[in-house]
Nanobody
Framework: QVQLVESGGGLVQPGGSLRLSCAAS????????MGWYRQAPGKEREFVAA????????AYSDVVKDRFTIARNNAKTTLYLHMNSLKPEDTAVYYC??????????????WGQGTQVTVSS
């Protein structure tokens, strides 16, 4: 089992930046990849970004790839999502995910509780 705890969400103005963190614990030696999904009100959950845990290969959705950066710490226990040039349409609950059943875009076995990101003036 892997436990995931997100932090760093909040309210930010359009054009601003925010960094999300996700602390992984439990059987983290089994993780092959981690990533982020998001779900906006009234919309389906969507893939945002992911990183392979061993070598750091990354994948991004087209709508965030030039604005968001995914990273992990050297101990491979924490995942980050650096979000720049935020737009109101980035408003969503952001979920940390771990251990893909397929490629970097999922599906993923483990999910965090989610953290709210609101982009508004």
């Amino acid at each position: 089992q892997v436990q995931l705890v997100e932090s760093g969400g909040g309210l930010v103005q359009p054009g601003g930046s925010l960094r999300l963190s996700c602390a992984a614990s439990g059987s983290i030696f089994s993780i092959n990849a981690m990533g982020w999904y998001r779900q906006a009100p009234g919309k389906e959950r969507e893939f945002v970004a992911a990183i392979s845990w061993a070598v750091g290969v990354t994948a991004y959705s087209d709508v965030v790839k030039d604005r968001f950066t995914i990273a992990r710490n050297n101990a491979k226990t924490t995942l980050y999502l650096h979000m720049n040039s935020l737009k109101p349409e980035d408003t969503a609950v952001y979920y940390c995910v771990a251990d893909s059943a397929s490629g970097l875009r999922g599906p993923y076995r483990y999910w965090g509780q989610g953290t709210q990101v609101t982009v508004s003036s």
